[in-house]
């Protein structure tokens, strides 16, 4: 029945841990529940891989009507930030008032709702009341930094100086030392973008989450309770939403997993925006190799890939890139990871723990050994952690220079991890648990179905 199919405008914000989730999103809305979509597109992006990911999807999916929104000049001199993406979503949100004739246009159908990412939330919302448009948030991370996001302000606001942790209600006590070191600043870019979005949460009229209920059942539980904030809308898992055919790129290079022994290859990829020291991605390689397993290792040498280049010999050093490449495959390159992680030959991934790298690790059943770089991967960390997929090594540093670990403890730490059967265990209930809760009565599609009756009424 064509009356009851909703038209949803989606948004996504910079980054391809952003960019991916959205586009799997609406990959799902089309596919599996019929909805009519418009992708609404930044332009410029940052990176190379956001546009290339882009095109592939839209000539994928030639019924979604795609729209751009073209910045204003921006002057990044005007921000307290020097992440070019943190300065991307800035540039956004100054542009913020350009989306209202660009939501009116869409009119045939009209739009039944807009999805947003949470870092445009509060500067998007503000266009979407004025239009009397519900507003969906899509939160990225997990359901644990949602909790954190959505209570931060209630942190500030109290008298009490946080010690060595803090309780948010209906969750364990979270460290001290797992938020963003950002955060501590508060005249900075980041968190004064953190703590709107987290302000105008409750004005929203539900937020969509990549996570799924096993995973995260305490935390999901607190936050739809109105445990940890009063009055928040809806909070519902979707997740893991499912990697897609319009992201497959097969390199050639990858066929060299075909040849090693089943789980016996571990994936190393702290993910598209950590570019590591030079120090520590020696420390890394000297790791790697004296771990004594054959691994696959995807290197960034700088935060945005257009800039990347140098080759590997410089990035290692002649006789480190020997070494590495007698042992495993090393990449200066976007490779398919999704292809990697379910690839038989892998058996464990060392990440930084991106939550669309954690949610990709659970839906292949691998084992992660954590390391943390920086914003809400050491909250992530702790969810993996406790989920029981994957273990962090505690005093490893955040990866920004000022620690750096060295290839010997690296390199036993990835032994102990690849040579644990429990974890191994562990990772495959993770697997049938995220493969269960996207079945078509699973928890996440009866989200997602809930989303739609939402948006029809
Ligand atoms: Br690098 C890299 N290939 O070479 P996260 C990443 N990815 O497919 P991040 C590739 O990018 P945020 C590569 O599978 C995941 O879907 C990967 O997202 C894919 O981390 C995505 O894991 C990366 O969330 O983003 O990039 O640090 O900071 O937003 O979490």
Request: proline share 6%; aromatic share 8%; net charge negative.
């Amino acid at each position: 029945d064509s009356d009851n199919i909703p038209h949803i405008a989606l948004l996504p914000s910079s980054g391809m841990g952003h960019l991916t989730p959205f586009l799997r999103l609406a990959a799902s809305l089309v596919t599996n529940h019929n909805c009519k979509l418009t992708l609404i597109t930044i332009q410029p992006t940052v990176s190379l891989s956001e546009s290339q990911l882009i095109s592939r999807f839209l000539s994928s999916f030639p019924q979604i009507t795609p729209k751009e929104f073209h910045l204003l000049p921006f002057d990044p001199s005007t921000a307290n930030s020097k992440d070019p993406f943190f300065l991307h979503i800035e540039a956004i949100r100054r542009s913020a008032h350009l989306l209202s004739p660009l939501l009116s246009s869409l009119s045939s159908p009209p739009l039944s709702a807009l999805v947003t990412d949470i870092t445009l939330a509060s500067a998007f919302l503000r266009v979407t009341s004025q239009l009397h448009l519900p507003n969906y948030i899509l939160f990225t991370a997990s359901a644990k930094m949602l909790s954190l996001c959505a209570y931060f302000p209630t942190i500030l606001e109290s008298s009490t100086e946080i010690d060595e942790s803090f309780q948010i209600p209906g969750s364990s006590p979270m460290p001290k030392s797992w938020v963003p070191p950002v955060l501590f600043d508060l005249s900075s870019l980041f968190t004064t973008q953190f703590i709107e979005n987290s302000c105008i949460m409750v004005e929203s009229n539900g937020i969509l989450i990549n996570t799924f209920e096993s995973l995260e059942r305490e935390t999901l539980e607190a936050l739809n309770d109105g445990k940890v904030v009063d009055g928040l809308p809806p909070v519902i898992p979707i997740g893991p939403l499912v990697p897609c055919e319009f992201e497959k790129s097969t390199s050639p290079k990858l066929k060299w997993l075909d040849g090693e022994q089943n789980g016996s290859v571990v994936y190393v990829s702290f993910g598209s925006r950590t570019a590591m020291c030079r120090e520590q991605i020696r420390e890394l390689g000297v790791g790697l190799v004296r771990s004594g397993c054959r691994f696959v290792w995807v290197l960034k040498d700088k935060e945005v890939d257009r800039e990347e280049e140098e080759n590997l010999e410089v990035v290692l050093g002649n006789e480190l890139m020997e070494g590495v490449k007698e042992k495993g495959l090393v990449l200066k390159e976007w490779v398919d990871q999704v292809e990697i992680l379910g690839h038989p030959s892998v058996g464990g991934f060392v990440s930084h723990c991106g939550w669309n790298s954690v949610t990709e690790a659970a839906w292949h059943g691998v084992p992660i050994l954590a390391w943390p770089q920086l914003g809400d991967q050491r909250v992530n960390a702790a969810v993996v952690e406790n989920s029981g997929f994957g273990v962090c090594v505690k005093n490893w540093g955040w990866g920004d220079g000022g620690v750096i670990v060295k290839g010997e403890e690296i390199g036993e730490m990835i032994r102990e991890m690849m040579s644990d059967e429990g974890l191994r265990l562990r990772a495959a209930h993770a697997r049938d648990e995220a493969r269960k809760a996207k079945e078509v009565d699973g928890s996440s599609e009866k989200g997602l179905s809930r989303v739609i009756e939402l948006c029809n009424k």
